[in-house]
């Protein structure tokens, strides 16, 4: 796992080992290439050295016997004549002679040179002419050649040496009795092989050190450029941390000189501006605050003077009274809005605690229904509540958790649709819990979120649709708060949607407060959704 982590981290070693596969791969097509050539080239003369010598020795033969007289001597004299200076010439330059003669079957040519007639150098195993040389002197035909395996005998007929070499075969006509006799000469080519192991062996040495030399200058070559790179992977670390006075070390004018000096811009731009946007945020968030602490005294003030009017609505005209009425409908909406703004100052001030307690969210999700139903019934919505048959516990604080329900419930019924065609609009609150956490999912039947939604729909007073009515009086602040209370606690508040199938909002609360949360009891994507295949 260690060397996965390192392989997928280091440039450097990618480089080094991309460059030595490749290396590996044209050093193997050269070095196979030259060895190619090599053999082919030390074959190629070791033959025509052969075959020459083999046709001076056939030509030196062939001389000697028309040299001889059929009185002077009979016909194994004759053989014996032919074949021994060969074989004592072969014993001094390293090569094997036999003199196969005829057999009674073979017309007056040549027989195997393994059968009894056979003339050959001590200690030669006979069968090393091979059997594709001897077919083809199976009746008179030119010099030919072959590769074979050369194998000497001890006394006890037991193979003691085996070793690659050429066979040259040709044939000759005894003028003693007029038939004709095949002269194989055996040639080893070990030298030659010998060579050649050792031209591989330097060969295979040079690519190895090769390889390794080509491994150690790229190696530099990429620390070179990766020391610059890493440098700036930390201190682009250090400045996401928040030490925005983090710049890297210039020195050189070539282009990574001048990629560090672009950076260290870059960086101090992006300082000035993040300390330009945390000077406004602070402004704009004390701007919040304030205006939501003045507001309140005066609000007060025309609270009471709506109370009274409100109160007095029925003395007065219908027009009066119908806006006394309008007037307390809006004054509790601004008094909700204040409240929202206060809530909103106090988390970006950092100044929001818990009080914790063990929190049965069965026992919420029951009791924000009961006090929702009320909107519910105004709107035709009906409230389900789906929960296990035990309570499911987490450490939260009651307080916030309810109005994160209820904000979630308050807003399914503003979008509530039916489950079916011409069926009741329907939302539905589950609730499951298993050892690790416990959850709280909203689902209604409704427009849906358009892709891309689901997350921007906890953003401060964003709205899907801006044109339609709040009728449940909501501020555009509920599902931010509610997104800060899920974090205050360390839960998950999440929304899936899609249009035309609804929407789902789940709450995710950990059992033990400050356990960090790794999974959900309820799925985001309702069990009821068919998806597309």
């Given at each position: 796992?260690?060397?996965?982590?390192?392989?997928?981290?280091?440039?450097?070693?990618?480089?080094?080992?991309?460059?030595?596969?490749?290396?590996?791969?044209?050093?193997?097509?050269?070095?196979?290439?030259?060895?190619?050539?090599?053999?082919?080239?030390?074959?190629?003369?070791?033959?025509?050295?052969?075959?020459?010598?083999?046709?001076?020795?056939?030509?030196?033969?062939?001389?000697?016997?028309?040299?001889?007289?059929?009185?002077?001597?009979?016909?194994?004299?004759?053989?014996?004549?032919?074949?021994?200076?060969?074989?004592?010439?072969?014993?001094?330059?390293?090569?094997?002679?036999?003199?196969?003669?005829?057999?009674?079957?073979?017309?007056?040519?040549?027989?195997?040179?393994?059968?009894?007639?056979?003339?050959?150098?001590?200690?030669?195993?006979?069968?090393?002419?091979?059997?594709?040389?001897?077919?083809?002197?199976?009746?008179?035909?030119?010099?030919?050649?072959?590769?074979?395996?050369?194998?000497?005998?001890?006394?006890?007929?037991?193979?003691?040496?085996?070793?690659?070499?050429?066979?040259?075969?040709?044939?000759?006509?005894?003028?003693?009795?007029?038939?004709?006799?095949?002269?194989?000469?055996?040639?080893?080519?070990?030298?030659?092989?010998?060579?050649?192991?050792?031209?591989?062996?330097?060969?295979?040495?040079?690519?190895?050190?090769?390889?390794?030399?080509?491994?150690?200058?790229?190696?530099?070559?990429?620390?070179?450029?990766?020391?610059?790179?890493?440098?700036?992977?930390?201190?682009?670390?250090?400045?996401?941390?928040?030490?925005?006075?983090?710049?890297?070390?210039?020195?050189?004018?070539?282009?990574?000189?001048?990629?560090?000096?672009?950076?260290?811009?870059?960086?101090?731009?992006?300082?000035?501006?993040?300390?330009?946007?945390?000077?406004?945020?602070?402004?704009?968030?004390?701007?919040?605050?304030?205006?939501?602490?003045?507001?309140?005294?005066?609000?007060?003030?025309?609270?009471?003077?709506?109370?009274?009017?409100?109160?007095?609505?029925?003395?007065?005209?219908?027009?009066?009274?119908?806006?006394?009425?309008?007037?307390?409908?809006?004054?509790?909406?601004?008094?909700?809005?204040?409240?929202?703004?206060?809530?909103?100052?106090?988390?970006?001030?950092?100044?929001?605690?818990?009080?914790?307690?063990?929190?049965?969210?069965?026992?919420?999700?029951?009791?924000?229904?009961?006090?929702?139903?009320?909107?519910?019934?105004?709107?035709?919505?009906?409230?389900?509540?789906?929960?296990?048959?035990?309570?499911?516990?987490?450490?939260?604080?009651?307080?916030?958790?309810?109005?994160?329900?209820?904000?979630?419930?308050?807003?399914?019924?503003?979008?509530?649709?039916?489950?079916?065609?011409?069926?009741?609009?329907?939302?539905?609150?589950?609730?499951?819990?298993?050892?690790?956490?416990?959850?709280?999912?909203?689902?209604?039947?409704?427009?849906?979120?358009?892709?891309?939604?689901?997350?921007?729909?906890?953003?401060?007073?964003?709205?899907?649709?801006?044109?339609?009515?709040?009728?449940?009086?909501?501020?555009?602040?509920?599902?931010?708060?509610?997104?800060?209370?899920?974090?205050?606690?360390?839960?998950?508040?999440?929304?899936?949607g899609r249009p035309g199938e609804g929407a789902q909002f789940r709450l995710t609360l950990p059992r033990r407060n400050g356990t960090p949360l790794r999974r959900s009891p309820i799925s985001l994507i309702p069990d009821d959704v068919v998806e597309p295949v």
């Amino acid at each position: 796992m260690g060397a996965l982590t390192f392989w997928r981290r280091s440039i450097q070693a990618r480089v080094v080992a991309s460059t030595l596969v490749l290396s590996f791969v044209v050093v193997s097509a050269v070095g196979w290439f030259l060895l190619r050539q090599t053999r082919d080239g030390l074959l190629e003369d070791r033959i025509e050295a052969v075959v020459a010598e083999a046709a001076n020795e056939t030509r030196d033969a062939r001389a000697r016997l028309e040299s001889a007289t059929l009185s002077d001597v009979d016909a194994a004299e004759q053989q014996r004549a032919l074949v021994e200076p060969i074989i004592q010439r072969g014993l001094s330059r390293d090569f094997a002679v036999v003199l196969a003669g005829p057999d009674g079957s073979s017309g007056g040519v040549a027989s195997d040179p393994g059968s009894g007639g056979a003339t050959y150098t001590f200690g030669l195993d006979r069968e090393s002419v091979p059997a594709s040389l001897v077919e083809h002197f199976s009746t008179v035909a030119p010099p030919s050649w072959t590769y074979t395996t050369i194998r000497r005998l001890d006394a006890d007929g037991e193979t003691t040496v085996e070793e690659p070499g050429i066979a040259v075969g040709s044939q000759v006509t005894l003028p003693a009795d007029g038939r004709t006799y095949t002269l194989y000469l055996l040639f080893p080519t070990s030298e030659d092989e010998d060579t050649l192991a050792l031209v591989t062996r330097a060969l295979l040495t040079a690519g190895v050190l090769l390889l390794l030399l080509v491994a150690g200058v790229t190696w530099l070559v990429a620390q070179q450029v990766v020391t610059p790179i890493r440098m700036a992977r930390r201190v682009a670390e250090r400045l996401a941390a928040g030490r925005l006075t983090e710049r890297l070390e210039v020195s050189g004018e070539d282009d990574l000189a001048r990629l560090a000096t672009s950076f260290n811009q870059m960086a101090s731009n992006l300082q000035r501006q993040i300390r330009q946007l945390e000077e406004l945020s602070r402004v704009q968030r004390r701007f919040v605050s304030d205006v939501s602490h003045e507001l309140r005294t005066p609000l007060t003030t025309v609270r009471m003077a709506g109370d009274v009017l409100h109160d007095a609505k029925d003395s007065f005209d219908p027009v009066t009274a119908r806006s006394a009425e309008l007037l307390q409908i809006e004054l509790d909406r601004f008094e909700t809005l204040l409240a929202d703004l206060l809530e909103i100052s106090r988390f970006d001030a950092g100044a929001a605690v818990l009080e914790v307690d063990d929190v049965n969210l069965v026992d919420v999700a029951h009791r924000v229904v009961d006090s929702t139903r009320p909107l519910a019934d105004q709107r035709g919505v009906t409230l389900v509540v789906r929960s296990p048959g035990h309570p499911c516990l987490a450490e939260a604080d009651v307080r916030r958790i309810e109005r994160v329900v209820r904000n979630l419930v308050s807003n399914a019924i503003d979008h509530a649709g039916p489950r079916a065609p011409g069926a009741t609009p329907t939302v539905v609150v589950s609730v499951a819990g298993d050892e690790h956490a416990a959850a709280v999912a909203v689902r209604d039947y409704g427009v849906g979120l358009a892709p891309g939604e689901s997350a921007m729909v906890f953003n401060r007073f964003w709205r899907a649709d801006p044109a339609r009515a709040r009728t449940s009086g909501g501020t555009g602040l509920g599902l931010s708060i509610s997104l800060e209370d899920a974090h205050l606690h360390g839960g998950w508040l999440q929304a899936w949607g899609r249009p035309g199938e609804g929407a789902q909002f789940r709450l995710t609360l950990p059992r033990r407060n400050g356990t960090p949360l790794r999974r959900s009891p309820i799925s985001l994507i309702p069990d009821d959704v068919v998806e597309p295949v």
